[in-house]
């Protein structure tokens, strides 16, 4: 999930809300972990940020987006009958 929020939002600092991340992982708990692998902290009313001390853009979370990042992950495995390089 922490790679597909920062493949996803391509930029250094951003904030975010937990509500969107938590509808994207499926999972307040898988969300709460992402935020934490990206550096993110809560800086209050729900909103999350990599850079707490400066103004970060702010980042607006699509609920496909860990489907969506598997779905293109997927696209870059071989299929059984092709050898793996």
Known sequence: MADAL???VQHPDF???MSELTVAAGDQEM???AAELIG???IGRGVWSTAPTETAP???IPSTLL???LEEWACHLPFADEPAN
């Open 40 to 42: 993110a902290i809560h």
């Open 31 to 33: 969300a709460r972990c």
């Open 15 to 17: 904030c975010f809300l």
């Open 67 to 69: 489907r969506d990042y």
């Open 6 to 8: 920062t493949e996803y």
């Open 58 to 60: 702010r980042t607006s």
